[in-house]
């Protein structure tokens, strides 16, 4: 009997099948395993069959789990992709490879501070609430040129743009203007895609998808 995929198989599958139809290559898109809230236990077996990108959304949580695992899988790349207190930028300067939640002045300022002080300078995505949802966090659109202007002059890298879409509603609206507001800043990366729809996502030009429940199951 054959063996079934295991979710990662399938994920990487599915996403390959994506890019075929769109006409683009498999390496423009990078699978972030987003592992917020499981354990290390959970968390092994990805690593062990080669994947290397996770997502955490929050410091803690990730500075408790990381340190031991990275021992072991040393190339491990971290993505902080949940909202970002100021005072916890030393922290992810620290500890993360990519932050994906840039997304207001105060925290430009921060971060710029902490790459100064610790010497990384971690590539970030500037968040934009596509969906006008103030909770949610996100640069409001208009904001937007002024933001990258203000992470340039801190010598952020930015690394392209990230949204976190409306629940409920299709989001290929949203992910189309991500994609079109990355262009209109000459931005590469689109970080955008869940696990309900990371496929529309890399459709639609994600660089990269942030999923968690399709490989690891529910959270609590
Ligand atoms: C939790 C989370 C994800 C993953 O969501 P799933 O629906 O479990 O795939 C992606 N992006 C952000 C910002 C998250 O907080």
């Not at 916890?88 to 971060?111: G, Q, Y």
């Not at 208009?142 to 202007?149: C, E, H, M, S, T």
């Not at 509603?169 to 994609?179: N, Q, S, Y």
């Amino acid at each position: 009997m054959e063996k079934a995929d295991t979710p990662l198989e399938q994920i990487r599958s599915n996403i390959a099948s994506v890019c075929k139809r769109a006409k683009r290559s498999q390496d423009e898109v990078t699978l972030v395993a987003v592992s917020k809230r499981h354990s290390a236990e959970a968390i092994l077996p990805v690593l062990e069959q080669g994947h290397r990108d996770f997502g955490e959304n929050r410091v803690q949580e990730a500075q408790e789990k990381w340190p031991d695992l990275r021992d072991r899988f040393s190339d491990v790349r971290l993505h902080l992709v949940g909202q970002l207190q100021s005072n916890k930028a030393e922290d992810a300067a620290a500890l993360f490879d990519v932050i994906h939640s840039l997304d207001r002045p105060s925290l430009v300022k921060a971060l710029g501070k902490a790459f100064d002080k610790t010497g990384r300078r971690v590539p970030c995505f500037i968040q934009v609430d596509v969906g006008e949802e103030e909770q949610k966090g996100g640069c409001p659109i208009a904001g937007l040129p002024d933001l990258i202007a203000q992470a340039r002059d801190a010598d952020i890298p930015v690394a392209g743009l990230m949204c976190l879409p409306p629940q409920d509603i299709e989001p290929a609206p949203f992910f189309a203007l991500l994609d079109k507001l990355a262009r209109d800043h000459g931005l590469e990366g689109r970080s955008m895609g869940m696990s309900g729809d990371y496929e529309t996502a890399v459709m639609l030009g994600a660089t990269h998808v942030r999923v968690g429940t399709a490989l690891f199951g529910a959270r609590d």
